[in-house]
């Protein structure tokens, strides 16, 4: 089979998998190209509520195939950041599920997702020390967002991979499952995510990512969505909620 970019979506849950295992899911730029406009697509269908982001087999991503490289980092760097912003920019929940090799590219596009939850045994690392590469300068802010300055700079400074157990105690990862855990824990977690309320999600990823400005948009949704008045009926009345927002087609 080609590189490509799988997707499926499942009771509510678009599922995006790399798929190169040959290469160990290496990125192609056809496949940095394509996740955008496929980012695009699930974006507007109301049937997604969350997003997983996984690699074929025992892999998550080895990042950006080298051969990309060869003329010069350039494009291939752009494509990437093109990516990462699309992915970080989707407007519903997002998760990494890792299980493998997270290198280079890979970390680009976990650090992300909103979440990122890993295998035991899975590998993360940030390698363009390694082939005198020069970090694109969003993900660099992105990476120091999530591990802080000094784990930031371990990472670029070194290009060393580091095991699932100090990814989360670097707030690399948020959750880390025991071998053969992960698909089972990130259907549980996602079925919770597509029961919350949509409408409190988008919000909240607009605020927590910094997005300004937002206050009176995101009341007017609240406004008009019936989405407090439906939690707190199904609270009183002892039942799973019904929260039927989604979020506009421009705004």
Known sequence: MEPQLLHRVTDAVATVVI????????MTAAMWRALPPLLDALAADPAVRALVLTGEGGTFCAGADIATLAGGPGEAQGLAVAAEEALAAFPKPALAAVRGHCVGGGVQLAAACDLRFAEEGALF?????????VYPASATR???????PATAKYLLFSGELIGAGRALRTGLV???LPAGGLDARVAEFTRVLVSRSGLTQAAAKDFVDGRDGREAYWAAQADGSGETAEGVAAFLERRPPRFTWSAPTSG
């Open 174 to 176: 948020d959750e880390v």
């Open 142 to 148: 992105r990476l120091t967002s999530l591990v802080g």
């Open 125 to 133: 690392g940030v390698t363009p020390a390694r082939l005198g590469v």
């Open 19 to 26: 798929h190169r295992p040959d290469k160990r899911n290496a």
